[in-house]
């Protein structure tokens, strides 16, 4: 029997976006990926599936961030090699989905709310654009290498404030970088809450300036997952001494059961991982 949280969809389409792009790992490109509506009662921007094709070739499943969730659709946003199963799914074929998995954004209606992106961190803002209820309160701060053609943030733009700002080159990533110091501050002044998600070494950023303000920050930490069920043990972010459960403080935890998302003075994202036998 299919518990509830495991279900069958439907690709409705998978779109890609933008250029491909060659590097280290091969040719890669972002993908739209289209499923019908989960019935779902809730699910909160911010949180993951995990996805497998039912292709009778995949055995394992892949954590994806839930980008949006409409009345008839549920919509994935990520970036794959262009040879990759998910790159070649296409409308009529079915997928296995587990969720929604994992803790969610902070939704505060009262309160200003600062967003912050880099690349395909993008994917769950615009989910959380569209579910929440005071979008004037929302300011997105968007940094990308590629075109902006290359992600979803047309949508987007209606619902919210946005800033878009290219960060190619070195000056460029300098530039953005000031940009989300500057918006944390003026966030911090208004007594505002901060959310971010994007590669690691812009988190620790966003997190290390964070506290240095002592301004609400969450991050979503979705690079660390793999397994996505807490079997592979190999997502582990460390606390820090204000995780809520003391016995857990200053020990690592899963990120995808914990997380992925945490609040920026819980973790710890400096220091080493403690030894196993420590
Ligand atoms: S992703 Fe495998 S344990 Fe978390």
Redesign the pocket.
Known sequence: MISPLRTELVVTDNVPFGQSISGPAGVQRFYALTLERPAWKDWLPGQFIMVRPCDGRSSWAR?LTICRVTSQSLVLFFRVNTDDRFASLKSGDRVVVWGPLGTGFEVRPGTSTLLLARGVGIAPFAGYADVHPAPSTLSLLFGHALPSSSYPVDAMAARLEMESMRDRTPEEQEEFNRAVCLKMEEYRARNGICLACGPMPFLKKVWKYALELDLPTQLLLEE????????????CTLTSKHWPDPVRAGLPV????SGPVFWAREIDLESPMPERNA
């Open positions: 954590p660390r997952m793999t397994c996505g069920t807490g079997a592979c043990l190999g997502c899963q990120t995808c059961t």
